[in-house]
């Protein structure tokens, strides 16, 4: 059953996710999305994320067929932990900022079918960005536009969807 976890930059959608996680009495896989390149302070970062999982789940760094690697990992029993899929999309984008739309646009087909028959639970982290001033930077409302499809169309195939803000959770669709 998968559950869509949004939220703003530190608003606690991870935390809220690895808590549902830690509670879960099956075999947890973390799928981890970010790719570093280079910034220092994002490594930070994507460490503290590491160093707070525990040591039993298995760990996934996958690429951009993250379908596939839903797939893969799957178990019935089993709870999927996916953070995040802004992550995700970043890597649709190359160091000088070009999108490859037709690579994404692929993947995100491949994610959102593989959502639809996963025998485990699955939790999708993401991140809502689109509540800002429209950016004067193409690359950047890019990127706003493509997450803001994303995080719809996944919603549609999650069973539930929780909105965090100030470490709340908030339950937009399924039940509590």
Request: glycine letters at 12%.
């Amino acid at each position: 059953m998968p559950h869509l976890i949004s939220g703003g930059a530190r608003s606690g959608k991870s935390r809220y996710a690895e808590t549902l996680a830690l509670a879960h009495p099956g075999p947890v896989c973390y799928l981890a999305t970010a790719e570093l390149r280079g910034d220092v302070e994002f490594a930070a970062r994507v460490e503290h994320h590491r160093q707070r999982r525990p040591v039993e789940w298995s760990q996934v760094e996958a690429g951009r067929g993250l379908g596939a690697e839903l797939l893969r990992h799957d178990v019935a029993g089993g709870l999927l932990l996916i953070d995040c899929l802004g992550m995700w999309l970043m890597r649709f984008f190359d160091e000088d900022g070009g999108f490859d739309a037709a690579g994404f646009e692929q993947e995100r087909a491949a994610l959102l079918a593989a959502l639809t028959c996963v025998q485990g639970e699955v939790l999708l982290v993401s991140n809502e960005i689109g509540w800002g001033v429209v950016s004067a930077n193409a690359q950047t409302r890019c990127f706003v536009d493509e997450l803001g499809r994303l995080n719809q169309a996944v919603a549609a195939v999650c069973q539930r969807v929780t909105l965090v803000a100030c470490g709340l959770p908030l339950i937009l669709k399924g039940e509590a």
